[in-house]
Structures are given as structure tokens and as C-alpha cells.
């Protein structure tokens, strides 16, 4: 069965620290995996995806995810982090099952201080 | 840029009510998806949509929904008799193609029954 854990619901980090929010997937079929950024009151804007090219991807906004399949993660980093970087972050991963299905995880909400 | 548009941005309706929540995906999108979002909770996905039939669908998407393409550019979901659970926040999106395809997310409709 696909499923996905995000590590911490909250994670709070200072202005220009490093920004590394956590995702492990379970997946029987090699998955399509995605990081989403929501701010409040809005959609899902998507941040980067990995689709079996390169195992970093770069994404928007300086973020970046490397894929790793033996510790089955896909954790989230930025080296610098910006008080607009202060949203929701929801790691998701695709497969097909007939049908194309996407599995969302809890979700971290990412606190920037001052 | 294109994007995914939603209507209403918010809907309030009484508990057993009929709604239809309309999206209109990006126009040359081949395949269409409904999520919902609970307040504070994760992304959930409903149903996936691909010529003119459901591709796939959650536990969640029982006899109370449907979804219909009934035009060339609109893209609806139906709940035939909303419950209070009912509420969410419910997000369309559109892919180009399947196999991690990116997938584009409305602004969403925040639907209330009361």
C-alpha cells in the first residue's frame, strides 16, 4: 500500500537558517513523489517533483528534495530560509492504479522567526 | 499562465442540499481530479477523471457523489445530500498527461453546510 509520513507537524525555524522538513514514502510501485506549499486561505501551488529523472530536484523559491530510494525519504530543504517561506508543506506521492491517485501527507506547517 | 479556476470560492448550504461545485481546468488538460480538505487536516483525494469516466476513486467518493464533464471546458462535482462531515475545503486539478504528470490546483471552494 503508498502512503506518507511527514515527520513533525510544526517546524520552526529562524531567518537564514536551514529549512529541512521530512517525508518518507511506502510505495509497491515506483512512485511519482511532489512537495506542495500552501499559504493561507489559497490553493496548492506545487514546489518541485521527482519522476525517476535526477535524484535532486530543484524547485521554486530556492527549495530543493533529494530522492532516496534506500531510505525511502524525500526530505525538503532551502539553505536559507525567508519569513515568505512561512506556509503549510504537503510531500504527496502518485502512483497508478488503474487509475492515477495521489496520497497527501498531514502536512508541516513551517513557523520563520525573525 | 493558464490556470484552474473555481467557483464558487465559498458555498454555504443547509444540512440534505444538493451542491455543485464547478472548476474549469486548463483548457488543453487531458485529466481532471477532485480533492477536499477538512479543516486542519490533510489533503484527501476524492476521484480521477480521464475521457469521460472515472479513472479512479476513494473510499470517501461513495453513492453521494458524482462528477460530470458537461461541456467542453467545465468540470463539476456533485453532492447529492451534504452532510455537516460534508464540510471542507475542496480543490479541483487538471494534468496534461498521467504518470506524474504535474498536477495544477484551483483556488479551491470552501464549502460549509450547516
Known amino acids: 500500500a503508498q502512503s506518507v509520513t511527514q515527520l513533525g507537524s510544526h517546524v520552526s525555524v529562524s531567518e537564514g537558517a536551514l529549512v529541512l522538513l521530512r517525508c518518507n514514502y511506502s510505495?509497491?510501485?515506483?512512485?511519482?513523489l511532489f512537495w506542495y506549499v500552501q499559504y493561507p486561505n489559497q490553493g496548492l501551488q506545487l514546489l518541485l517533483k521527482?519522476?525517476?529523472?535526477?535524484?535532486l530536484v530543484k524547485g521554486i523559491n530556492g527549495f530543493e528534495a533529494e530522492f532516496k530510494k534506500s531510505e525511502t525519504s524525500f526530505h525538503l530543504t532551502k539553505p536559507s530560509a525567508h519569513m515568505s517561506d512561512a506556509a503549510e508543506y504537503f510531500c504527496a506521492v502518485a502512483f497508478r492504479t488503474g487509475g492515477f491517485k495521489t496520497i497527501f501527507g498531514a502536512g508541516t506547517r513551517l513557523f520563520v522567526k525573525a | 499562465e493558464p490556470e484552474v479556476t473555481q467557483t464558487p470560492s465559498h458555498q454555504v448550504t443547509q444540512m440534505g442540499q444538493e451542491v455543485i461545485l464547478r472548476c474549469v481546468p486548463i483548457?488543453?488538460?487531458?485529466?481532471f481530479y477532485w480533492y477536499r480538505q477538512i479543516l486542519g487536516q490533510k489533503v484527501e483525494f476524492l476521484v480521477s477523471f480521464y475521457n469521460n469516466e472515472i479513472s479512479e476513486k476513494s473510499e470517501i467518493f461513495d453513492d453521494q457523489f458524482s462528477v460530470e464533464r458537461p461541456d467542453g471546458s467545465n468540470f463539476t462535482l456533485k453532492i447529492r445530500s451534504t452532510k455537516l462531515e460534508d464540510s471542507a475545503m475542496y480543490f479541483c486539478?487538471?494534468?496534461?498527461?498521467?504518470?506524474?504528470?504535474?498536477?495544477?490546483f484551483g483556488p479551491g471552494t470552501r464549502l460549509t453546510v450547516l
Open positions: 521527482y519522476t525517476s529523472a535526477a535524484t
Open positions: 486539478a487538471s494534468s496534461e498527461r498521467d504518470r506524474g504528470d504535474t498536477q495544477y
Open positions: 483548457s488543453n488538460h487531458l485529466y
Open positions: 510505495s509497491s510501485v515506483p512512485p511519482y
